[in-house]
């Protein structure tokens, strides 16, 4: 059975998203390649947005490999799954330049995961993965011509029929992925890396699955949700391949990088710096020192809100006050160069006492941003708690809340997002 995995050449112009823009390793499709080849299918996986490939350039290798199936993913990365850009147009571009050559077309990645008909609408695939996607790829590999294998979602007579539920993968047993050595050459970013000028590639790994909190703005309710930790082993074998192909920087791409002693003490005699996200509430200071000898250079910690009431709101159970955060952090920067403290806009929070704390922040070397507001996705309680369930509707609904909110966005995003019509004006059904 032969099978393309293709990450398109993404683009955002207008669009609200929050992600890093620049490229990164696709994790969803090298777990799928790995499952793939070990189970003895013939993969070419190809990468636009990394190797700079055109939509048309990538279905024309696509034709010539002649697969029985093709995998696009809706969202750049597993790491931006939880904040992927609300419209379906790129991933559209590149199912219309595959033009009926790719075999049976599948979609992977938050849209079809929360909204099932509407992605398969859009985009004119024969089938969407709900959930974690690389299981759900191999059992359609292995049954096709066949796509009635859990996770999956399709139009039979224009009704939506669901198979399963929405899927999450063992992950723990998850085999080492591999990268050509031309991916990881072209790997200039080092994401959230801010401490120095970066020299020579990075790369992203995978060391947990999901997150054991269930933060109100978090969109991770379709997929990604249930904490899993990766075997080490496999792990270290993966770490030691990225530094064998010249990558110095690795970027964590776990929901929440807890605490694990033995994978930190692993990585102190590796010769690696590294970056994650996670809560500094989880952090004792002997595990921040060991955090720092182990490599890390970049921590994104989730705050959120100054006050105890705004924390609730968000269901974040922390159980430190905003003083305890705050020294928290504050210890994180004599270990690690660049601390990041997030804030999201909330109604109770004083804009004099985030000032205040922000210039605290900064005479003690963290970098707290300015409040930004939060995009309702789909798969967040917070969309839940407002609209209900998902429905078709639901991205549409989302962007134009968020539009209609708030007349500031973050610094990466266009200063006049358009709206998810505009946006998918050449979708299917948009």
């Not at 099978?3 to 669009?15: D, G, K, M, R, T």
């Not at 947005?49 to 093709?70: E, G, K, M, Y």
């Not at 009431?309 to 974040?316: E, H, I, V, W």
């Not at 707290?368 to 609904?397: I, K, L, T």
């Amino acid at each position: 059975m032969r099978v393309a995995l293709v990450n398109p050449p993404w683009h955002f112009e207008n669009s609200i998203y929050f992600g890093c823009r620049e490229p990164h390793l696709p994790i969803e499709l090298g777990a799928c390649k790995v499952l793939l080849e070990r189970s003895g299918h013939d993969v070419l996986m190809l990468d636009g947005h990394i190797n700079a490939t055109s939509a048309q350039d990538l279905a024309q290798a696509v034709a010539d490999f002649a697969p029985q199936i093709t995998v696009v993913p809706t969202a750049p990365s597993y790491l931006f799954w939880r904040c992927a850009p609300p419209e379906l147009r790129v991933p559209r571009e590149m199912v219309a330049a595959l033009d009926g050559r790719g075999g049976t077309i599948v979609a992977v990645g938050p849209h079809g995961s929360s909204t099932p008909r509407a992605t398969l609408r859009k985009l004119g695939v024969d089938v969407v993965v709900r959930g974690e996607c690389e299981e759900a790829v191999l059992a359609l590999a292995d049954a096709w011509p066949r796509t009635d294998v859990p996770g999956a979602a399709t139009l039979v007579h224009g009704e939506l029929r669901l198979t399963g539920g929405v899927q999450a993968t063992r992950f723990t047993d998850l085999p080492a992925l591999r990268w050509p050595d031309g991916w990881v050459a072209r790997h200039h970013h080092h994401h959230h890396r801010f401490d120095t000028t970066p020299a020579g590639p990075g790369a992203e790994v995978e060391a947990s699955r999901g997150c054991p909190y269930h933060c109100t703005f978090c969109a991770k309710i379709d997929f990604r949700d249930g904490y899993r930790r990766r075997d080490l082993p496999v792990l270290l074998d993966e770490i030691d391949a990225l530094r064998a192909q010249g990558a110095g920087y690795l970027y964590f791409i776990d929901e929440i990088f807890l605490p694990q002693p033995a994978l930190l003490e692993a990585l102190v005699g590796r010769n690696i710096t590294f970056g994650m996200q996670t809560r500094i509430d989880l952090w004792k200071p002997a595990m921040l020192e060991l955090l720092g000898r182990a490599g890390c250079v970049s921590i994104e910690a989730g705050v959120e809100s100054l006050t105890e009431d705004g924390r609730a709101a968000l269901d974040k159970l922390c159980r430190m006050s905003t003083d305890d955060l705050t020294d928290r952090l504050i210890t994180a920067r004599r270990h690690v160069p660049f601390v990041q403290a997030n804030l999201i806009e909330m109604p109770g929070d004083d804009s004099g006492q985030i000032d205040a704390w922000r210039a605290r922040m900064q005479a003690g070397g963290v970098w707290a941003n300015d409040p930004v507001p939060m995009f309702p996705y789909p798969g967040s309680p917070d969309y839940r708690q407002r609209w209900g369930a998902p429905d078709d509707d639901a991205w549409e609904r989302a962007l134009d809340h968020y539009l209609g909110q708030f007349a500031q966005f973050s610094d990466i995003q266009e200063s006049a997002p358009l709206s998810l019509s505009a946006l998918e004006a050449d979708c299917l059904a948009a």
